[in-house]
């Protein structure tokens, strides 16, 4: 599943940067009403579902807020 971040979160909307757009449609090639996850910078995540994709960004309509997930277990060190 695909993450993004949004640039704003308003009304169960999320509006994407146009670059993610951009990657959306060109590089992933998602259409309409695929769904993805959408962070908002404050550790929330959502699943959203894609509504259109633009050069000014991409608009995703969010429907479940997503449980974050806790630090793992173990703990490694590197040296």
């Known amino acids: 599943m695909h993450r993004f971040f949004a640039q704003s979160l308003e009304d169960e909307q999320a509006i994407l940067s146009p670059e993610d757009a951009a990657h959306i449609r060109r ?4 259409l ?3 769904i ?3 962070g908002d910078g404050a550790g929330n995540v ?3 579902k894609l509504l259109e994709t ?3 960004g991409a608009v995703c309509r969010l429907y479940e807020r997503l449980p974050l997930n ?3 277990r173990c703990k490694v060190t590197l040296y």
């Open 46 to 48: 959502y699943r959203a």
């Open 36 to 38: 993805l996850e959408v």
């Open 27 to 30: 590089v992933l090639r998602m």
């Open 54 to 56: 633009s050069g000014a």
């Open 70 to 72: 806790p630090e793992p």
């Open 32 to 34: 309409p009403g695929e």
